[in-house]
Nanobody
């Protein structure tokens, strides 16, 4: 059974930082691209960042590029999202996602349960 378990969310003031982690159980980490998607209250899910498996090529949405960094530790089956210079508009539930073919965004093969990030002004 495949599980993606996020952690690291919380409450932070604007300008602060958080690091999200997503640990994957099962055999689906190898060769799977990983990513983060967020959903704010009353809004649709929004792609945040993604990283490929072998070359570690990264992708970012325009809204987070330069502030967020995605990385992965294949040995630990873990993907991270370092979030700096956080803004109130970054407040959302952040979901970890994995995908065998292509980059996970609004479509993915597996999803985590989500972790809440709240940025106060």
């Amino acid at each position: 059974q495949v599980q993606l378990v996020e952690s690291g969310g919380g409450l932070v003031q604007a300008g602060g930082s958080l690091r999200l982690s997503c640990v994957v159980s099962g055999r689906t980490f190898s060769s799977y691209a990983m990513g983060w998607v967020r959903q704010a209250p009353g809004k649709e899910r929004e792609f945040v960042a993604a990283i490929t498996y072998s070359l570690g090529i990264t992708y970012y949405s325009d809204s987070v590029r330069g502030r967020f960094t995605i990385s992965r530790d294949n040995a630990r089956k873990t993907v991270y999202l370092q979030m700096n210079s956080l803004k109130p508009e970054d407040t959302a539930v952040y979901y970890c996602a994995s995908r065998k073919t292509g980059v996970p965004g609004l479509e993915a093969d597996y999803w985590g349960q989500g972790t809440q990030v709240t940025v106060s002004s």
